[in-house]
């Protein structure tokens, strides 16, 4: 008799209504089922899309970041049908998304307009693909990896192997930098002051064998020296040359320096100080009269 009455407790608690939608009992048995199928569409989207699917893609010439696109684009319309097939289950009829379509709406007026813009921008980073997978990115004023892509952020590993969550709202509507967009090759610019007193002859053989002895930098397209201009107290210069990989533009830039520094020492040539001319000149002789300034 004793598990009688609570098998009857928990069917009275399982059956509880908690609100109706369009004439549809909402009850703690039609969630706990609404629940069970969004996981199971879920586990079944794990397996399917990113093992199966994920598998077959792999084996194709399709490039990365497309592969990952539409993995996850494959993920999240299961998950839609997932939701869609769930509330038949308890019992709502499709029409009444556009109900909970109604809620949502107000939430964003109330403060879900953030969110909102993410999660759209996050469509368009999948479709559009500005940036994917793998590719070398610099926003404001971090610079990484992008990692992955979710509907609401972007995960993007920095250049000191620290995973840095980044708004899709922040790829969309401010400036950012693609190392590898269209072509992996990029051109560094590096710029260094001379001496008057050096010999241009030599600075410009120094620079151009820095560039040919560095096995970073690419034959094709050529490496150049551009002679920018006469300054305070040097000659400015630029060397400019095209490396494959632009992961490595840090680390290609710092070499081309240190080489900078080594093989003008070896040559006589002098990266100069700033220099300013001080010219002093002696106060004027102040009269000593009483007699008052006469007027102006």
């Given at each position: 008799?004793?598990?009688?009455?609570?098998?009857?407790?928990?069917?009275?608690?399982?059956?509880?209504?908690?609100?109706?939608i369009?004439?549809?009992?909402?009850t703690?048995?039609?969630?706990?089922l609404?629940?069970?199928?969004?996981?199971?569409?879920?586990?079944l989207?794990?397996?399917l899309?990113k093992?199966?699917?994920g598998?077959?893609?792999?084996?194709?010439?399709?490039?990365?970041?497309?592969?990952?696109?539409?993995?996850?684009?494959?993920?999240?319309?299961l998950?839609?049908?997932?939701l869609i097939i769930?509330l038949?289950?308890?019992g709502?009829?499709?029409?009444g998304?556009?109900?909970?379509?109604g809620?949502l709406?107000?939430?964003i007026g109330?403060?879900?307009?953030?969110?909102?813009?993410?999660?759209i921008s996050g469509?368009?980073l999948l479709f559009?693909?500005?940036?994917?997978v793998?590719?070398?990115?610099?926003v404001?004023?971090?610079?990484?990896?992008?990692?992955e892509?979710?509907?609401?952020?972007?995960?993007?590993?920095?250049?000191?192997?620290?995973?840095?969550?980044?708004?899709n709202?922040?790829?969309?509507?401010?400036?950012?930098?693609?190392?590898?967009?269209?072509?992996?090759?990029i051109?560094?610019?590096?710029?260094?002051?001379v001496?008057?007193t050096?010999?241009?002859?030599?600075?410009l053989?120094?620079?151009?064998?820095i560039?040919?002895e560095?096995?970073?930098?690419?034959?094709?397209p050529?490496?150049?020296i551009?002679?920018?201009g006469?300054?305070?107290?040097?000659?400015n210069?630029?060397?400019?040359v095209?490396?494959?990989d632009?992961?490595?533009?840090?680390?290609?830039?710092?070499d081309?320096?240190?080489?900078i520094?080594?093989?003008?020492?070896a040559n006589?040539?002098?990266?100069?100080?700033?220099?300013r001319?001080?010219?002093?000149?002696?106060?004027?002789?102040?009269?000593?009269?009483?007699?008052?300034?006469?007027p102006?």
């Amino acid at each position: 008799m004793k598990f009688e009455e609570i098998s009857l407790w928990l069917q009275q608690i399982v059956n509880f209504k908690l609100f109706v939608i369009r004439e549809t009992p909402v009850t703690i048995s039609s969630l706990i089922l609404f629940v069970l199928v969004l996981l199971m569409f879920e586990v079944l989207g794990r397996i399917l899309i990113k093992r199966l699917l994920g598998r077959v893609l792999s084996r194709t010439s399709l490039e990365e970041g497309l592969r990952y696109a539409l993995l996850r684009m494959g993920h999240y319309l299961l998950l839609m049908a997932g939701l869609i097939i769930g509330l038949q289950v308890v019992g709502f009829d499709v029409t009444g998304l556009f109900v909970v379509f109604g809620f949502l709406s107000v939430g964003i007026g109330f403060g879900l307009q953030n969110i909102t813009s993410n999660w759209i921008s996050g469509v368009i980073l999948l479709f559009e693909r500005p940036i994917k997978v793998g590719d070398r990115v610099t926003v404001g004023d971090l610079e990484g990896d992008v990692q992955e892509i979710n509907m609401r952020s972007t995960t993007v590993r920095s250049l000191n192997n620290i995973s840095i969550i980044v708004p899709n709202s922040d790829f969309i509507s401010s400036t950012v930098i693609n190392w590898s967009h269209s072509d992996h090759k990029i051109r560094l610019e590096v710029e260094v002051g001379v001496s008057y007193t050096s010999d241009l002859d030599t600075v410009l053989r120094c620079l151009k064998e820095i560039a040919e002895e560095n096995e970073e930098v690419l034959d094709d397209p050529k490496h150049d020296i551009i002679f920018k201009g006469f300054g305070d107290s040097a000659w400015n210069l630029m060397l400019r040359v095209w490396i494959n990989d632009p992961k490595r533009h840090p680390r290609v830039r710092s070499d081309i320096n240190c080489e900078i520094v080594r093989k003008f020492r070896a040559n006589g040539v002098e990266i100069p100080y700033p220099q300013r001319d001080l010219h002093v000149r002696s106060p004027l002789p102040v009269p000593l009269t009483s007699e008052p300034l006469p007027p102006a």
